[in-house]
């Protein structure tokens, strides 16, 4: 390479490089705009604009984890022979699987069909039922336990229950034996969640 193709190639990568400074001057990261915007730094303070808004009651009705409380576990008869009992606490599993499975479509119609009056006049409450299924599924009796709290509630869980039926065959693991099963649950109207 001979002297003036070499001066030639330096004047335009000095060009080349001075475009591409510009540039990055006038439009990129250390352009006059970003010079205008705020930067965020600690002494400035973050403000928000809170609005208020009616609470979400996606889920008005759900079946509450766990059994009664003791005061509402008082039955006015024994459990008969040829039913099996579950409620929260049942630890095996084919019956610990089929009650969550019996919760989630009792919730989802639940929630479907939850009654519109309860929302408007923002009734809230608890209400502990019993609720009997032969083999195949089918309710055949639903029973309030305790003081069983507001009779609308009552009302409310015996329709949204019968609604949600029949519920799925009970597996002969989960009856082991019995013809009947009784589901206990406490059912919980337009209380947020803990």
């Not at 010079?35 to 889920?59: D, F, G, H, N, V």
């Not at 008005?60 to 024994?78: C, F, K, N, S, Y």
């Not at 009796?141 to 009552?154: K, S, Y």
């Amino acid at each position: 390479m001979d002297d003036a193709t070499l001066a030639r190639d330096r004047l335009l990568m000095a060009i080349l490089l001075s475009v591409v400074v510009h540039i990055l001057v006038l439009f990129g990261p250390l352009g006059p705009g970003s010079l205008s915007k705020p930067r965020m730094s600690a002494e400035m303070p973050l403000t928000l604009e809170l609005q208020r808004s009616t609470p979400q009651r996606s889920q008005p009705m759900r079946l509450v984890t766990g059994t009664a409380p003791d005061a509402w576990q008082t039955i006015d008869e024994p459990p008969r022979e040829h039913q099996r009992h579950i409620d929260g606490t049942t630890r095996d599993e084919p019956a610990a699987r089929y009650l969550r499975e019996w919760i989630l479509q009792a919730e989802a119609v639940g929630n479907q069909a939850y009654p519109p009056a309860l929302i408007e006049a923002d009734i809230r409450g608890r209400v502990v039922m019993a609720v009997t299924l032969n083999a195949d599924g089918e309710i055949l009796a639903t029973r309030m336990l305790g003081d069983g709290g507001q009779p609308i509630l009552q009302q409310a869980a015996r329709r949204l229950v019968e609604a949600a039926a029949p519920f799925p065959a009970i597996p002969p693991a989960v009856l082991q034996g019995r013809d009947e099963l009784v589901i206990t649950r406490t059912w919980s109207f337009g209380e947020t969640t803990p």
